[in-house]
Structure formats: C-alpha cells, structure tokens
C-alpha cells in the first residue's frame, strides 16, 4: 500500500470528535514492530507507536485523527473519498488526514535510524483538547519517553506546497467584562449612570489596541473585542449594565497579568468586573533548532521552495510540546479548505509530504 492509498483508506473512515472510528487500532496494526501505549481518557482515545532502533534523538509525528462535522454544502459523500482534476475531496482531506498518512507511511518504510521514531495521535484535537495530546504528554513524561524533536503535520502552507512552516503560536486570552452601572429613564439621563456612555470615551483604549509591538517571530498582541451587549431593548430605559467579551492572540511578549493591567488602567474610575480566562499559552522553537533546520533543507531538497517561519494562524497540539519543552514544528499540506465544504488536497502535495517526511527522518 502507498502513501494515497493509505491516505483514501482513511479517510473513508467517519471519525467526527471525538471519536477516531478505529483508525488508531488500524494504524496500530499498520505500524507492526511499534511499541503501543494507550492513554484514553473522557472519551478520547489516545495512541503513542514507538521503536527505538539506537541510541540517539527521539523524533515523534504527532497529529490528530478526528474531524469536523462534515456539514452541509458538499458535492460529494464526505467520508466517500472523490477524486477529480487530481485533488482528493473527503472531510479531514487538509485536516488533517494527509499529514497522518504521510508520516505514518514514512514510519512503516524507515528501515534504519539513530534513534528513536515515534507517532503521538489523539481523538480529541478538534474538541476541547482536554483529553487528547496533553494526556498522553503527561504519561510520557513519567514514564521518561518524552521525544526531543516533534513534526506536527497540520496544514500549514498558504499559497505554494511548502511555502510555510509554523515554529510556534500565540496564546489565546479570552476576557469578560461586566461594567456597573445604574438603570434609569433616558429622559433623565443626570439620574442614572449609563454604562455605554462611560465605555464610549475609552473604549477606543481598548478596542484594537496593541499591547506589545511584536518581533520577528509574533504580530503585536491585539484586544479585539468580540461581543458587546447591555439594555433591555426598548429606548426609554438606559441600561444597568454592559457586557463586553475580547480576545487576545498573545506573543511571548504579553501575559494575562499584563491584560488585566491594562483594563484596570482604563477603567480605573469605573465600577466593573473583569474575569480573563487563558486557553492556550505561546510558544515559539528557536531558528537554530535542529528541527526547523533539517525539516527546511528537507523542504528546500524535495520541493526547491525556501519554507518562512511563521507564527500566524490559531491554536494546535504543538502547543503542549512547547510546554514540554520539546523542540517542535509543524508542517504540512496547503491550508484553504480546512474545515469548509468539499474539503480536498492533491495527490501530488500527499505524495511530496511523504517525500519530505522521509527526507528529514534520514537527514536525522
């Protein structure tokens, strides 16, 4: 079997979070000689093959079996895999199904290394994520398998096959903000205390502003507000209160302390509440690391593109690396229909994925 009939094979499977639809016994059985270690945990299954072949770097793929709802709109039965013009239209095509058959066939064909291989893959990527990688990490730590180097194999190319590999990622702060006010009769605006109107002459502190400047791994962190909600209404009553919700992407630059700070300097004379809740935390590998180097020559050799190091995008698994300290990239097909109908990647990135994939494990 190759790497796209692998790669048909499954996606034909409805693995919908966070079920994995028996893929991960499948992939088990597929990697014969690999070491199992289980961790399932809340209804999300977790799966870690590994085979030490000498002593040396341990170099782990690491991805996701689930998928999204399939949704409406679709030309195609999305767990019948189609294929037209050379591009292959399934649910989890680009999301990622292709990264998994690219690295788990570069594994099954890995007849020597100088070190240990292994393949982390979880049920519970594209749901709270309580579950999934982490578990497993955390499991790996204590029983002192932790890898040294990590491929995650999300989409990551934006206009060319290999023009991107992401090296890190900004946290995600979200915030809620009640501000108090005192509810009244529009006609006698000087009985009440409006909170719109105490908002409105600040709110442009808030709304877009950049908490640090960035630097040549990160954008600057922005407040973006998300929701904005008070009254009951009606136009002959002003409100008691006002609700705003934002979000912070956050560099390595800013903290939620820093959030906080901010928002008290704002609104210091204004009676609020302020509750920030911190979903996933930045991290970025160094240049220098062996891992991003390798994977770009490997990139560069296969393909001929000089891959940029980028930071852009929302949150992954790779995220749990980095707070274990282990050096990780990731990389994989073009990112433009994730998530959407009619979900579809080309044969030929599959196959150069492959050959990239195979390229970095004998470059280590």
């Not at 502003?209 to 002003?238: C, H, K, W, Y």
Request: aromatic content about 8%.
């Amino acid at each position: 079997m190759n790497v796209v009939d692998f790669f048909i094979k499954i996606l034909a499977v409805e693995s919908v979070t966070p079920e994995d639809g028996g893929l991960m016994q499948m992939i088990e059985k597929y990697l014969a000689g690999y070491e199992a270690i289980y961790v399932n945990e809340g209804g999300v299954k977790n799966l870690f093959l590994y085979k030490k072949f000498a002593d040396g770097d341990h170099l782990c793929f690491a991805g996701h079996v689930d998928v999204v709802p399939a949704g409406e709109g679709w030309h195609s039965n999305p767990f019948d895999p189609m294929i037209s013009d050379g591009k292959i239209y399934a649910r989890g095509a680009q999301d990622m199904k292709s990264g998994v058959a690219a690295f788990v066939q570069t594994l099954k064909m890995q007849k020597s290394f100088g070190g240990t291989l292994s393949v982390l893959l979880t049920s519970d990527e594209e749901g709270d994520a309580i579950y999934g990688t982490q578990i497993m990490l955390k499991h790996l730590k204590k029983i002192d398998l932790l890898p040294d180097y990590c491929v995650v194999a999300e989409p990551t190319c934006e206009r060319v096959f290999g023009d991107a590999i992401k090296i890190g990622r900004r946290g995600s702060i979200n915030g809620y903000l009640s501000i108090k006010g005192r509810q009244g009769h529009a006609a006698y605006p000087e009985k009440a205390i409006n909170p719109v109107h105490q908002i409105a002459v600040v709110l442009d502190q808030i709304a877009g502003v950049d908490l640090d400047n960035g630097d040549n791994n990160f954008a600057p962190s922005q407040m973006v507000i998300t929701d904005i909600r008070g009254g009951m209404e009606v136009t002959n009553v002003t409100p008691s209160s006002l609700k705003i919700m934002f979000n912070v992407r956050n560099s390595t630059k800013t903290t939620k302390e820093d959030v906080k700070a901010h928002i008290d300097k704002v609104l210091d004379d204004l009676d609020y509440e302020l509750r920030l809740d911190q979903g996933s935390y930045p991290f970025v590998t160094k240049h220098d690391s062996k891992i991003v180097q390798k994977t770009r020559e490997s990139i560069k050799n296969i393909l001929g593109e000089e891959s940029k190091l980028s930071t852009a995008g929302g949150t992954s698994d790779a995220r749990f690396m980095g707070q274990y300290g282990i050096a990780v990239v990731e990389f994989g097909v073009i990112n433009d229909t994730i998530h959407a109908p009619n979900e579809c990647t080309s044969i030929t990135e599959v196959e150069k994925l492959y050959e990239i994939f195979d390229d970095l494990v004998k470059r280590f």
